[in-house]
């Protein structure tokens, strides 16, 4: 079960992942934003669009590519972002970071899923292990 996010959240989050649509929404919420078409991602004068500085080439052009009609951008309103601060961004990673290892994927799954290299989610687990079941006894 995913976190619930609002509608435009959610669909990003469909696209790219639940950690790109946290980004935007941690660093754009309660703005409108425009999205433009994937083929002019990069604009005249070779600077970058926004969404490429905050989640990467790949994940711009797919999220854009979704919003698109009929070859043009649009403008989207950006809900503002769930969590409120940083730490709570980063706790709302860390918990569903921990229900996709409950549910036994595997660290290219998960990282797949919520938008993070493979290195983060092993440097999770390694800062984590051993903190995850509080019911469980200790041998000595």
Same mark, same amino acid.
């Given at each position: 079960?995913?976190?619930?996010?609002? *509608?435009?959240?959610?669909?990003i989050a469909d696209v790219a992942g639940e950690a790109a649509a946290l980004k935007i929404a941690a660093q754009h919420g309660g703005r409108r934003v425009y999205?433009?078409? *994937?083929? +002019?991602?990069? *604009?005249?004068? !070779?600077?970058?669009?926004?969404?490429?500085?905050?989640? !990467?080439?790949?994940? *711009? +052009?797919k999220i854009c590519k979704h919003f698109e009609v009929d070859g043009r951008g649009q403008r989207i309103e950006i809900p503002?972002?769930? !969590? !409120?601060?940083? +730490?709570?961004?980063? +706790?709302?990673i860390a918990e569903r970071l921990h229900q996709l290892e409950d549910e036994g994927k595997s660290s290219t799954e998960i990282a797949r899923a919520l938008g993070l290299t493979q290195r983060t989610v092993h440097r999770h687990r390694s800062r984590h292990r051993g903190h995850k079941n509080k019911n469980q006894g200790s041998l000595f």
């Open positions: 079960m995913k976190s619930k996010l609002p *509608a435009v959240l959610q669909e999205f433009p078409s *994937a083929d +002019r991602l990069v *604009a005249v004068d !070779g600077e970058h669009y926004w969404l490429i500085d905050c989640v !990467g080439h790949e994940l *711009a +052009r503002l972002h769930v !969590g !409120g601060t940083y +730490r709570q961004f980063v +706790r709302q």
